[in-house]
């Protein structure tokens, strides 16, 4: 292979940019299960270093609930801020977040196509490379056939759900 269309390649691994605070118990899950998975990714403690404005822009546009799924609205910072982050403009919005870093939810967990806000053990397997995801999948199917059996209908609904999320 040459150099150049291995540096074509290289240029494909995507990469995974993980968002944390030091005192999040969420955080040191998330970052387990990433490393778990030998997934390679950039470590942001986004209280030191909050988002630059392309990549908050980058995540509001992979939210599926928009810019106010990143802003956790139940913990103190944000109440003590006293701002209703919902009449912000866009561009107020972001400069509010770079300020105040530490109203985001966490840990925030961002490739080119995928976003995890918060840690969720069933969500996060979206970055499991696709082929790797379909062989967990193969795999559970083969072993739920073999349980099946075993089981009632709605335990093996529940696991398949499961793992088709993986």
């Given at each position: 292979m040459?150099?150049?269309?291995?540096n074509?390649?290289?240029?494909?691994?995507?990469?995974?940019?993980?968002?944390?605070?030091?005192?999040?118990n969420?955080?040191?899950?998330?970052?387990?299960?990433?490393?778990?998975?030998?997934?390679?990714?950039?470590?942001?403690?986004?209280?030191?270093?909050?988002?630059?404005?392309?990549?908050?822009l980058?995540m509001?546009?992979?939210?599926?609930?928009?810019?106010?799924?990143?802003?956790?609205k139940?913990?103190d910072?944000?109440?003590?801020?006293?701002?209703?982050t919902?009449?912000?403009?866009?561009d107020?919005l972001?400069?509010?977040?770079?300020?105040?870093?530490?109203?985001?939810?966490?840990?925030?967990?961002?490739?080119q196509?995928?976003?995890?806000?918060?840690?969720?053990?069933d969500?996060?397997?979206?970055?499991?490379?696709?082929?790797?995801?379909?062989?967990?999948?193969?795999?559970?199917r083969?072993?739920?056939?073999?349980f099946?059996?075993?089981?009632?209908?709605d335990?093996?609904?529940?696991?398949?759900?499961?793992?088709?999320?993986?």
């Amino acid at each position: 292979m040459s150099a150049t269309s291995l540096n074509q390649k290289e240029r494909w691994i995507p990469v995974i940019r993980y968002y944390y605070s030091t005192s999040c118990n969420s955080c040191r899950k998330g970052r387990h299960w990433l490393k778990h998975h030998n997934l390679v990714f950039e470590e942001i403690n986004f209280i030191t270093h909050p988002p630059t404005r392309s990549e908050l822009l980058h995540m509001f546009y992979l939210s599926d609930d928009g810019p106010e799924a990143l802003i956790s609205k139940r913990g103190d910072a944000y109440k003590d801020l006293g701002v209703d982050t919902s009449r912000l403009t866009m561009d107020e919005l972001v400069d509010f977040i770079q300020a105040h870093p530490q109203i985001l939810r966490r840990p925030l967990i961002v490739d080119q196509t995928h976003i995890q806000i918060g840690y969720n053990e069933d969500d996060i397997c979206q970055f499991l490379p696709r082929h790797i995801r379909k062989a967990k999948l193969s795999l559970a199917r083969d072993s739920l056939n073999t349980f099946a059996k075993t089981m009632s209908s709605d335990e093996i609904a529940d696991e398949f759900s499961y793992l088709k999320n993986c």
